[in-house]
């Protein structure tokens, strides 16, 4: 089977993707919707074990960057106690105000799966949304930040008990370039047996 893909594109768009963050992105300029959809198509393409598609995705843009502005910055005060730092609330309420789109990531758990297969699943989801972003122009990241990990954040995100919140992926324009990525040799990370 011949390919009808250039191999080498698709190299030059693995190694020359890197994350651009909210300072880099230029303000106000909003990514049409069909091209958020076309990065989320993209995501649903991923693998996964039996078929689960564990991913699922939360969209905000306009008003709704607000919502979770302030969603983020009043239960990081409910549950932070005396490691509340009023510097990481304001963060919390200002950094979605200054993106395109923000997509909370969730994993919604298989019964019949270890929970480790469900994060790949979803890590490979990411990836395919990092990517496609890249190819589209586009600037984002993936943070495990903000309220995270926090129980209570579930229900705003759709989500039951046994689920997670994964994190969220910024999205914008690229007003500033990353700079030059950089990894060691490959080889320093590969054991080859061939007999």
Same mark, same amino acid.
């Given at each position: 089977?011949?390919?009808?893909? @250039?191999?080498q594109?698709? %190299?030059?768009l *693995?190694r020359? +993707? +890197?994350s651009?963050f909210?300072?880099?992105?230029e303000?106000?300029?909003?990514?049409p919707d069909?091209?958020i959809?076309?990065l989320? &198509? %993209?995501?649903n393409?991923?693998?996964?074990?039996?078929?689960? &598609?564990?991913?699922?995705f939360?969209?905000?843009?306009?008003?709704?960057?607000? +919502?979770?502005a +302030?969603?983020q910055?009043?239960?990081?005060?409910q549950?932070?106690g005396?490691k509340f %730092?009023p510097?990481?609330?304001?963060? !919390?309420?200002?950094?979605?105000?200054? #993106?395109s789109?923000?997509?909370?990531l969730?994993?919604?758990?298989? @019964?019949?799966?270890?929970e *480790?297969?469900?994060? &790949?699943?979803?890590? #490979?989801?990411?990836? %395919? !949304?990092? !990517?496609?972003?890249h190819a589209?122009?586009l600037?984002g990241?993936w943070?495990?930040?903000?309220?995270?990990y926090?129980?209570e954040?579930?229900?705003?995100f759709g989500l039951?008990?046994?689920?997670? !919140?994964?994190?969220?992926f910024h999205?914008?324009?690229?007003r500033?370039?990353?700079s030059?990525?950089?990894r060691?040799?490959?080889?320093?990370?590969v054991?080859w047996?061939?007999?």
């Amino acid at each position: 089977m011949t390919s009808s893909f @250039d191999p080498q594109q698709l %190299n030059e768009l *693995i190694r020359t +993707r +890197r994350s651009v963050f909210v300072p880099q992105f230029e303000p106000s300029k909003v990514i049409p919707d069909a091209i958020i959809w076309q990065l989320l &198509e %993209n995501a649903n393409w991923a693998p996964s074990h039996k078929r689960t &598609e564990p991913w699922r995705f939360v969209v905000f843009s306009g008003a709704g960057l607000q +919502r979770l502005a +302030r969603l983020q910055a009043d239960l990081y005060q409910q549950t932070a106690g005396f490691k509340f %730092n009023p510097a990481k609330h304001e963060k !919390l309420l200002a950094s979605p105000l200054q #993106c395109s789109h923000v997509i909370a990531l969730g994993l919604h758990r298989s @019964d019949d799966l270890p929970e *480790i297969e469900d994060v &790949e699943a979803v890590a #490979c989801a990411v990836q %395919n !949304l990092a !990517l496609s972003a890249h190819a589209y122009g586009l600037g984002g990241f993936w943070s495990s930040g903000g309220v995270t990990y926090t129980e209570e954040a579930k229900a705003f995100f759709g989500l039951g008990s046994s689920d997670k !919140l994964l994190g969220f992926f910024h999205l914008g324009y690229v007003r500033t370039p990353g700079s030059a990525g950089k990894r060691g040799p490959v080889q320093d990370k590969v054991r080859w047996v061939a007999e």
